[in-house]
């Protein structure tokens, strides 16, 4: 896509066999891991072991004070040879000092000097504490030393154990070595916590990905990341950039890597005179797309690359370029603050400045009516005291509509987040069900500037059972079932079924324990964005008091309404009361305005809070996980 002077490529090549994998795992077995640690640690092993395709070679290195390799050389995984690798985990004992530093070095080393290198894909995966006590201990030098040790750029996928683990630093290991990281909790199943993880970061189908811009180069200016170390199958990489010579006529890009066949060259020529916008209503949309992508993804990568840096005049100079780009192109980031600023003598309100109230007559009740169904709810759910919830949902971008038990209409409000957060939407110990909602970018923006956001992936913990849901498939322990699918599963304590609720497809989920859960996929079409799931409690009566999460925090908070009069579009405005056992009441305004049911999508008056329940960043850090498995 080519717009204006900015362009954006997306690479997405499907179609191609994975590339065999030389795989290291790195594992920390000193005295700080022994315990729970060393157990969770070596649960997660023998899942990565489980995971290893045919054809993938694979060797241990444990470390302490000291390190011993579990082969002389890569093994080549089959059954016999995992078998044996199983055997040797599992009796590893705890002992001894951390030497994290000679224990990376020593495996970049290992992996650099492997055969056939150029015809296989390089992982480290580096399971730790995070606590060096041993040989360097400086964390910035150790850093540096890995970055230096890991010429040819292999993924470093860290996973740190227990709350003690030093997780910023496990992270920076990770990111400045193209890698990811996770954190695995003490108090969890740690075989849950990772199901699934070597597949989603090992199945590379290209490495040594590079982009390259041909008869055009000296015209390409303010590229983003060019060169990757993998492709990842299903994934996606993109590059933005600015053209400077407005005499450029046919920009040529070349994207080369090596696959499993030898090495892969694929070309693209895109004439920049053609001016068809075959999607969008008008060619302005696209000017605007296109050049807040770069600045996105130029803003993102800045950011990424900060964290790993450990020159503190380098770092400070990345986070201003990305702070300049930041305030130029008017994004949120951690870097940058949203200030409302209201006139003087108005009253601080969640309500847009038109929305004013004109009559300020003292706040009456409203009149309390039975509870309405709301689209997809069974009445037979609403049970418990008056002021608590009996269902909720959340959707949009990301919008919240949960049903009060004595309110007439529900409570709706928004809550900004940004790509690649993670939202908990509800956490239930007593139960085992945990919800968590990856957000997904849109590259659409509000009224504000602001990136639109929606919820792309969400994921269900119950008992031992982990459930994935994307727009394109559902996972249930590692099987796959099917948006299509017309019959329902009736799996170990779980029971899914898919239907149709207004040309859109929903997945009912019946936990057995009278709570049941319903999440709606929404394909884009048209002018759309992105697809997206919207998620709802049909069934609270199983929950306790004792949830919490963006939807479980009303099951033991009292919600009521009073009117406040009407505002200049004549909306009746209504003051929320929110009461918490041990803390101040909190007051939030509202008026009624029609929202859809985040299921049905029928449009139903709402008392809309906007921002509201949501405008500090203390009232809702507790609402975002570092992880979308955390529980």
Partial sequence: MVVDGYFVHFFAPSDMEEIPKDVLLILDVSGSMYGTKLKQMKDAVLGILNDLHEGDRFNILKFSSSLSFYKES?????????REAKIYV???????????????????NFLNKAENFRERAQVIFFLTDGQPSSGETNLNKILENVRIANSNAFPIYSLAFGQGADYNFIKKVAIQNNGLSRKIYEDSDATLQIKGFYDEVSAAVLKDVSFKYLNNASSVQNLTKISFPSYLLGSELVVAGKIENNDVKVF??????????????????????DNSFPELTKPGDYVKITEKIW????????????????????????????????????????????VVVKPEKKETSSVDEEDDVADSKPPNPLPVKPPTQGGSLPLSFNRGPPGTSYGGGAGGDPHFMIRIRGMEYPLCFDLHANPGDVLRILANKESGIFINAGIVPSFKFDAHHRMKTFMGEIVILFKSHV???????????????????????????????????????????????????????????????????????????????????????????????????????????????????GMPTKHVRSFLKEKPDEVTGNLELCWNAHNGITKTAESVQHFFVDDIMEI
């Fill in 74 to 82: 890569s093994v080549i995984a089959n059954k016999k040879t995992v």
């Fill in 90 to 108: 599992k009796n590893m004992v705890a002992a001894g000092g951390t030497n994290i530093n000679s224990a990376l070095l020593d495996g970049s």
């Fill in 252 to 273: 040529d890009l070349s994207v080369e890597g090596l696959g499993s066949q030898g090495t892969v060259e694929l070309s693209l020529s895109a004439d920049l005179d």
């Fill in 295 to 338: 600045a996105y993804l130029t803003i993102k990568q800045l950011l990424e690359k900060s964290v790993g840096e450990t020159d503190p005049t380098v770092k400070e100079d990345i986070k201003k370029q990305a702070l300049e780009l930041s305030l130029k192109y008017k994004f949120v980031t951690p870097l940058t603050s949203m």
């Fill in 467 to 581: 459930m994935k849901v994307t727009p394109t498939k559902i996972v249930f322990d590692g099987a796959e079932l099917f948006w299509g699918d017309e019959n329902p599963y009736f799996l170990k304590d779980v029971t899914v079924e898919v239907v149709t609720i207004k040309r859109c497809r929903v997945l009912r989920i019946d936990f057995g324990n009278s709570v049941q859960v319903a999440i709606k996929r929404t394909i884009a079409y048209g002018n759309m964005a992105v697809d997206y799931l919207n998620v709802y409690i049909e069934n609270e009566a199983g929950l306790s008091e004792n949830s919490s999460g963006i939807l479980g925090q009303f099951l033991h908070r009292h919600v009521t309404v009073h009117q406040r009069g009407t505002n200049r579009k004549n909306q009746i405005v209504g003051d929320i009361l929110i009461e918490e056992a």
